[in-house]
């Protein structure tokens, strides 16, 4: 029986579909592991189609594909154990499962199907797979060790507590797609330790890194030992690779020493049997270079958000094949943060701002644009839109006849804006990134064709205050003002109609932000959030203008989740709803 | 034991979330069933909340107030059993079940929850709902009745069979909310006929009627009797009330005589036994006026998609609080259809129709309009958009240097016209319908916030093959030509550049629409479509259309859904997707 168990954790950035590219991926880093000797390399949930393709999975053929791929892996994996995600097909229900495949010898040695589900949040699984009915437990080198994946570790009294206790797994493999949002770092290090120092057992907690569409997968994977210490954890927003010594003499000593131990498992066993998988024995390499896994510093909360911000501006570009892309430049913050935000993202080359001014528009307005542009040294241009303005209103004069001015007219401005933009994405097949943060997008606050108008809605899941906090985040990280302090400092403003401000129509932010947190994000009604103290009339129009704009969220770019609760799939509203919240 | 049982059916168009008005309309229809002595009377799904809800189930404070709603109809059912759809919350555990209740003598005699929830299609009743776990039988004056929920009844073997067999029901109610497709309605009546003739009782299908976002729920609820013959067949597209007399003396003298009955029972006896509720004994009225159930003339294949566009169209503009709708005519058949489509379902003056001619298009193009507007009778504006064009170009001329025309300039025209549009309806308080068609919309053959702007795309599921055909049927039915010939005969034409038609870029629509068919409907792919003849070259264009433009679907209005697979939340594609298809 091995002391140890060496083992690899491959967090790749794969791409959906891209089953040639994702199995290169995969075979380079198998062999990466290889050359250090690891008995083990671990690969994210669907590995092979990457995560996740949605209704691609209802396409026989795609299935069919993803089987002959993990056919011509498994024949090239020799001399180590590979474990990768990929999509199961019973040939005879025709049910497909979500799964695991232990490559070995050039052999698919052994199959699991996950039995956890998730079918909430951004989760349809119960759309597309059946889930299995027996967890496993596989055989290297004489120890035990349990085969996860994802959701499947987050519920307690299931899986892993079957593997460990009536399958006696000293180690457990969890290998997931966890999207990202604010503070999962620590819930999902939480769900490990917790599962681990009651089994006893190491957990490997191995994630998916990338972007796809509005989901971040924030890698982070890690290691907790059987006291729950984490001993291994794995860089956030980037592929990453680690190599880790697990000490399996240590789990069997605590384990023979800690009495409530054998009462748990005795409470357990009988329950149900999890499989037993063998493999054919492994040799065993001498001289081994030393282990790598170190636990990387996590990065604090705003540069966490930030990266993810970055990492998902750059995979929905790059993974949908654009190179560049354009931004209009209104001077205000939010098409600041965007714009430093696909510097990072992208390499300033790649960035082009676009000023639109009108006769409306405050002279601050260009020159805090031209000086943002200059800090992040991108190109720009200048299109004014009074005369395409001017034009509008008189086509429509006739037809408007003497109705007094109103957001119509904004609107007109703003949608003017939204062509140049389009227009300048189809002739130069730049991606337009739209700039709406989510406080506006939960309100309305923003013109449909107008300012909504782009493939990518970057801080759509980002509250105004959170804007603020990031803009200050960037510059104190560059130690200089990237974003100019004119633009962090004045009143916001759409700059729509001459001396509007944004609070001419909506609460304070911070007030605005913290009724939105708890009717979109915690979904309170209107009376719990009264209760809680926030001025009723304010909440109830905030909650009657989140309501009445669905229809403009409908037809919103996607955009990247950062939060418990983003708009999206996440969050599904009907919009012809009569329920007076 | 009762010889008969008198049952209303009571299809009603409930709102979503209009707890006041449905209950309402509940209450009504109680009423109208007690005058006619009907011992029971039946409503779709999900009555009270209306189906479907989606995230306002994840309200806590929604699914409460239902359950008050309920109380308040409770107490106020007497004289009749009324058996509604309800959400039910498990205050224990937190679970919510979609649920039925049997109100009695101004209580809840009883409550079901459903048991096969579906999770496909355009369902997601596992993100919401725990499944029950136990088919219910009640008595009624000594007749076992059986009460099913919608997905209950499809599942075969099921708790259908459990409550006939184990359970003796000779009548299985079954309250449903089963969204309208093309030729559903025989898929229905043959699900029907099939658990009846096997369980030899008479089964009573009641379903919603209405439109929700872009599900048309087409009513035609149904009685099948226990040899599975249609006895009552409501009308489609329609509120409906009918009143039957089931024969339940012949329901057991068939039982009695049937060997295989007996056999087929057996079978099924020991597998579970439903729980039996017994309601207090109800008092028979005398001199009843007769049964009105008939079976109605269903529509005919054009026709029913004909009214279903109409509902789908009266029903989002009316729920969402709007009076009038604006459309853009160009002369095409798209629009014409739209337009006609919406004086059937709003009424003519409350349809505006706006004629946005530039240099390109044809004389045709506005005669044709005009033609149209005075056939339909419908007021039209004129609102020429060269000028604006040349603005933009003027504007843009800088930045585009000497790069040659493309379709970007066609998109600006098209993204003109959106803004006139949007302008009207901002000014106006009308809703904007967008005319295009599925095939565009498939290919992407349209321009996002140009002639994709607007509220609500009507024909957004109809392949353009099919708009002909319902143009011609709207002519034939009319017996005049209310859409112009001269709009049904000129080839189609974006009208975006000189002397475009649309099969400059795309195949001819025959072939197109057979090829979309099979890849959108399908979902067969390129390999799959090209082995059953169609050219290799075409199909594997066509699928790559469809592919890359997923982008722009996503930012589509909602539209009705009148085929097994329309574009939205039927169809869940990744924009990020590098499968080749």
């Known amino acids: ?65 993803n089987l002959k791929y993990l056919d011509g892996l498994a024949a090239k994996v020799r001399d180590i154990i590979a474990i990768v995600g990929f999509v199961d097909l019973d040939e005879k229900t025709g049910n497909t499962h979500n799964a695991a495949a232990i490559l070995n010898q050039g052999k698919i040695a052994a199959v699991y199907h996950k039995i956890c589900l998730p079918n909430y949040s951004v989760f349809d699984e119960k759309r597309y797979f059946v889930p299995g009915d027996r967890p496993m437990v596989f ?67 191995l994630n998916l890194v990338g972007g796809q569409d509005g989901l971040i997968f924030d890698g982070n994977s890690f290691i907790v030992d059987h006291r729950g210490e984490l001993i291994c954890e794995c860089a956030q927003f980037i592929e990453d690779f680690a190599v880790a010594d697990l000490d399996l003499a240590a789990v069997r000593q605590f384990r023979k020493e800690d009495a409530t131990y054998h009462y748990d498992k005795k409470a357990y066993k009988s329950l149900y049997q999890p499989e037993l998988v063998s493999l054919s024995p492994h040799v065993r390499k001498k001289n081994l270079p030393d282990a790598t896994a170190t636990c990387k510093v996590p990065l604090s909360h705003l540069e966490e ?10 995979d929905y570009v ?7 892309v354009v931004i209009g430049l209104s001077g205000g913050i939010d098409s600041a943060l965007t714009a430093a935000i ?3 993202a992208l390499g300033r080359e790649n960035v082009i ?41 008189t086509l429509l004069k006739g037809t408007f006849e003497d109705r007094p001015v109103d957001s119509t007219e904004e609107n007109l401005q703003a949608r003017i804006r939204g062509n140049i933009l389009m227009a300048l994405s189809n002739k130069f097949g730049w991606l337009v990134l739209t700039t709406g943060n989510k406080s506006e997008t939960s309100v ?15 801080i759509k899941d980002v509250w105004k205050t959170l804007v603020y ?113």
């Open 1 to 65: 029986m091995a002391e140890t168990l060496r083992i690899a954790l491959a967090q790749t950035n794969t791409t959906v579909g891209d089953f040639k590219g994702n199995c290169r991926k995969i075979i380079e880093y198998i062999n990466k592991a290889k050359n250090t000797g690891a008995e083990i390399v671990l690969f994210p949930e669907l590995t092979i189609p990457s995560y996740f393709p949605e209704d691609l999975l209802l396409k026989k053929r795609f299935v069919q594909d």
């Open 139 to 205: 055989d290297c080198n004489g120890s035990k060790i349990g085969l996860n994946i994802c959701e499947d570790i987050w519920v307690p009294d299931g899986v892993t507590e079957c593997q460990a206790f009536a399958g006696d797994a000293e180690v457990i493999l969890s290998l997931s797609a966890s999207p990202y949002h604010k503070e999962k770092r620590k819930i999902r290090v939480e769900i490990g330790a917790t599962r681990a120092s009651f089994t006893r057992a190491i957990v490997v907690y």
């Open 305 to 314: 958000i930030y990266q993810a911000l970055v990492l998902g501006t750059r």
């Open 318 to 324: 790059r993974k949908n094949g654009f190179a560049k």
């Open 342 to 344: 696909a510097v990072e």
């Open 353 to 393: 701002g676009i000023l639109m001014p009108s006769d409306i528009s405050s002279e601050g307005s260009v020159n805090d644009s031209l000086d943002l542009a200059s800090n992040l040294n991108i190109e720009t241009k200048t299109i004014p839109i009074s005369q395409a303005l001017d034009i509008y209103l």
């Open 444 to 458: 309305g606050y923003c013109t449909l064709y107008g300012d909504m108008a782009g493939g990518f809605a970057v």
């Open 469 to 581: 906090e990031l803009c200050n985040h960037i510059n104190s990280f560059a130690q200089r003002d990237v974003i100019p302090r004119a633009i962090i400092t004045k009143p916001p403003s759409a700059e729509l109609r001459p001396d509007q401000t944004d609070q001419d129509s909506l609460p304070p932010y911070d007030l605005l932000d913290a009724i939105l947190e708890q009717f979109v994000e915690k979904d309170k009604t209107v009376k719990e959030i009264i209760a809680e103290g926030y001025p009723r009339e304010v909440v109830k129009r905030v909650a009657r203008l989140v309501d009445i704009n669905e229809y403009k969220r409908r037809q919103a770019p996607p955009g990247i989740k950062i939060s418990r609760k983003a708009f999206g799939k996440d969050r599904r509203m009907p919009i012809t709803n009569q329920y007076q919240t």
